[in-house]
């Protein structure tokens, strides 16, 4: 288990404190310029890393008043702010969040919520409008506390909040709708406009919180969405050179949000294209937010459709999606987003009419919000026959040809639907980069931003409306865990997603204004986010591994888990706790045993625990014929352990059936009906035994007429064979070899070749690929003068096998092409067989040279490929 230090660790040992009331005896005292940056929202305060946008909760309810204006003050070491309430009054705050407030008599009444102070100590706040006021705040200062003066800005700004630069001494202040960069003379009042910020063009948002790092960068945090803009260098920018500006971290969005910092206190930055990972959030290079657009770190879109949504969440779902994905495929079913039907709010709306309303699924589905080319209708109709919805409706939103967001609109009658995107899609390849809060109509909805395996990203939310108050308004429900909604009642679900988070924002809130519109929203109960979560996991060999993100410094988690071995055993549940030692970062691994399918969750017992699910790719039964009966379906458990060097298709299915036409089992590759390169390996095998000939098919993701697919067939007889079957083996209409880039799912087929419904069976075990052009271990012949390696080619890694005579020491040695050396170890060789395990790291692919050198032995040079 590797850990990465959380650099705010001694911030959360406060938040312990405070969670838990062990109090007593708080002193109050300065902060004295730590890294955080502060957040505070009415009274309650988060401590905010900048270069995550990780947060967490430090203190709540530390004033009666709301809190505003605040601000960092270097010469006390203290944070101040503005309070609601009582009128006229400023606050103190200490390191431990103990308060001391002061009355200032000469201020007008009403709130403040624009602030910061000077390096001098000199507090400047303010309301809307031009004027200003200073305070004294430099405790070596005789006006201590004292009002100093009543200024005006040159021009009125409308602006929620200044920070100053402690590089060149001025404020500086975004304003909202214009998103125009000023700069503020604190001695003349002068304001300068600087233009626009360039990664704030079109946005509309207001930027309560804004901070300043020591290297005079400037961040603007969205109230709405909680993401954090830098600016580059402010101090150098004028009217007439080019501003630098980036999207930098995703942080908690909030509607009343201020934010104070220490100015001249550094944030990690991520360098964007040295292989580290800089700022230590466990993101590296374009993997990291704040590389977005830089360099090679283009943004990448996330090409996506609503027509594949609806994926396992629960054990009930991963074999009806296994189902109904197969079925897409035998009847060469394809979901073109260029031939699909455009949608408008006066096409298509009757096939979707909900009985007993006047509304519709569609009436809630956005159109032109987010200035899209034209939407297309992508409804998963055969959703309905697999999940809890029993109406459906989704639309693609189209750009340049590519779908830029989309919408899934679901009705279900027994609760919640039964699926999210951020519990499945993190055990197969995709990350959570991260999880906070969006602030939509004053309400704080969870939003996610997960990275998929092909490197794109998605920013994600659902929420769920129920209809209350004798059907006279709608209540809004949004959680992380399915089992925090409302059991047994009907609900209207909307997951959306986006390659933009503003995008997001925009379909979201549109959402819940068209929901108003038609029944007026009037409730919400909303969720907190995970501060623990899974960030990325794979199920590999009997064991979960995972990699943990702990925002708040747990020092453990419970894992609560409910799994299956095979498709057909029943649920076991097992429960035990994960050290994370406070660290921000854990890989973890979880010894699970083999299974097919694990849902489990991990949290501390205080805060929203974080939920995950994951299937293996499952078996199934084509018994879609009329004539046919299944009489036994069972999975159970390999036999055997697999060679590392196959690929392994897991579990064993027996299937006995009744048919006068023909029954199935089939076996998808992966969770999600992916596609596999299987160009490694050279042939299929398994052990089979049952009744009449099998026909085998590997289908094809390319080849969309089923006709077309690779088939073979093979004997089966009562007693269990091993059939090894090369891939020359399988044939197709095509008449052209099979090439195995993109097997998606293995058919296995009995016919009744007479048309009389006749009993057969298969029993299929311990089914994989393998490449049996390679040298296996167990063909290995020791010899004196000889090396292997498998396997060769090389994809990840190899085994180096030689034999010695007596204990020596060799030296192995591997060339390129060129000659030039590229590794070289030294080892200790014992009498007998020997091995030296390869790694792919950073060789590319080609074809090189191993030396394997002995004081006793002259070996023979060896080439390896590596793909």
């Known amino acids: 288990m590797s850990t990465k230090l959380h650099y705010l660790k001694h911030r959360i040992v406060l938040l312990a404190i405070l969670l838990f009331g062990f109090s007593s005896q708080a002193q109050d005292t300065p902060f004295n310029c730590d890294v955080n940056a502060y957040l505070f929202q009415y009274n309650d305060v988060y401590a905010i890393d900048l270069a995550s946008g990780n947060s967490y909760l430090v203190a709540s309810d530390v004033t009666p008043g709301n809190i505003n204006a605040t601000a960092y003050n270097a010469a006390d070491g203290y944070i101040w702010g503005y309070l609601s309430s009582p009128s006229q009054t400023i606050v103190r705050i200490g390191d431990d969040f103990q308060t001391t407030s002061f009355t200032i008599p000469e201020l007008s009444s009403g709130n403040k919520y624009v602030g910061d102070i000077s390096p001098e100590g000199i507090y400047y706040f303010k309301a809307g409008g031009r004027s200003y006021f200073k305070v004294d705040l430099n405790p070596d200062s005789p006006t201590y506390t004292q009002y100093l003066s009543t200024e005006n800005l040159s021009q009125n700004i409308s602006i929620h909040d200044w920070a100053f630069n402690a590089v060149d001494g001025n404020l500086y202040a975004v304003e909202k709708n214009s998103n125009i960069l000023y700069r503020i003379d604190p001695i003349t009042s002068v304001v300068q406009s600087l233009g626009e910020v360039p990664i704030l063009s079109g946005l509309n948002y207001t930027y309560g919180a804004v901070y300043f790092d020591a290297d005079g960068r400037f961040y603007v945090s969205a109230n709405q969405t909680g993401t954090i803009y830098a600016i ?510 993109d097997i998606v799912t293995i058919v296995f087929t009995i016919v009744s070749e007479d048309g009389i419904a006749t009993t057969k069976e298969m029993n299929l075990q311990n089914v994989r690929f393998s490449n049996k052009s390679s040298l296996s271990t167990t063909n290995f012949e020791a010899s004196t003068n000889s090396l292997a390696i498998y396997p060769n080619p090389m994809i990840d890694n190899a085994n180096l096998y030689f034999t010695v005579n007596n204990t020596e020491t060799v030296q192995l040695a591997i060339y390129n092409q060129l000659g030039k050396m590229v590794y070289n170890t030294t080892v200790t060789a014992q009498p007998g067989k020997n091995q030296i395990a390869l790694e792919k790291q950073n060789l590319s692919t080609g074809l090189y040279i191993c030396k394997l050198s002995s004081a006793q032995t002259h070996y023979n040079p060896l080439k390896l490929l590596v793909k």
């Open 232 to 741: 580059q260098n402010v101090q150098n920018v004028t009217t007439t050179s080019s501003m630098d500006s980036n999207l930098f971290a995703f942080g908690p969005s909030s509607a009343s949000n201020d934010g104070a910092r220490c100015p001249t206190a550094p944030v990690l930055q991520e360098i964007c294209d040295n292989g580290i990972d800089d700022d230590g959030d466990g993101l590296i290079d374009c993997e990291d937010p704040s590389c977005s657009g830089f360099g090679s770190c283009a943004v990448i879109a996330a090409p996506t459709t609503a027509n594949d949504g609806g994926l396992e969440s629960n054990g009930r779902l991963s074999e009806a999606i296994n189902k109904r994905n197969f079925n897409r495929a035998k009847n060469s079913y394809n979901f073109d987003q260029k031939t699909a039907k455009r949608v408008s709010r006066d096409t298509g709306a009757t096939a979707y009419r909900t009985a007993n309303n006047s509304f519709q699924l569609q009436d809630f589905v956005p159109l032109t919000t987010i200035n899209e080319d034209y939407a297309i209708d992508s409804t998963p109709l055969d959703l309905l026959n697999i999940t809890n919805a029993t109406e459906v409706y989704s639309v693609d939103y189209m750009q340049n040809g590519a779908s830029i967001a989309s919408v899934l609109a679901l009705k279900t009658e027994n609760g919640v639907y039964e699926h999210t995107k951020y519990i499945c899609d993190r055990l197969l390849g995709a990350e959570l980069i991260s999880v906070s809060t969006m602030d939509i109509n004053d309400q704080a909805f969870i939003k996610s931003i997960i990275k998929n395996a092909d490197g794109s990203f998605e920013y994600v939310l659902s929420l769920a409306a129920k209809v209350e108050n004798n059907d006279a308004n709608f209540a809004i429900e949004s959680h992380w865990n399915l089992d925090l909604y409302e059991e047994n009642v009907t609900f209207y679900n909307f997951q959306i997603w986006s390659d933009s988070m503003d995008d997001l924002y925009s379909l979201a809130q549109e959402v819940l204004n068209l929901l108003d519109t038609e029944k007026t929203i009037s409730d919400y109960q909303l969720s907190t986010p995970p501060t623990v979560f899974v960030r990325k996991g794979k199920y590999n060999n009997g064991a979960l591994d995972l990699q943990i993100i702990n925002t708040n410094a747990t020092n453990a988690v419970s894992f609560d888990s409910g799994f299956r071995v095979t498709e057909t055993s029943a649920f076991d549940y097992t429960s035990s706790n994960l050290d994370l030692d406070e660290n921000y970062i854990t890989d973890i691994t979880v010894q699970t045993g083999h299974l097919f399918d694990v849902g489990f969750r991990i949290g501390d017992g205080v805060n929203t625990p974080d939920d995950l699910f994951m299937s293996d790719g499952p078996w199934g039964v084509d018994d879609s014929e009329g004539s046919t009966i299944v009489n036994t379906y069972e999975v159970t458990e390999n036999t055997i352990a697999f060679d590392e060097q196959d690929f392994p298709v897991e579990r064993n299915v027996m299937l006995n059936a009744t048919t006068s036409s023909y029954f199935a089992a089939y076996r998808a590759l992966t969770p999600r009906f992916k596609a596999v390169d299987l160009t490694a390996y050279d042939s299929f095998n398994l052990q089979a035994k049952g009744t009449g000939s099998l026909e085998i098919t590997l289908v094809k993701q390319s080849i969309t007429n089923w006709e077309e697919q690779y088939k073979a067939t093979i004997a089966l007889t009562s007693d269990l064979q091993e059939f090894e079957m090369p891939f020359t083996d399988f044939a197709s209409a095509l008449g052209t070899e099979l090439v195995a880039d």
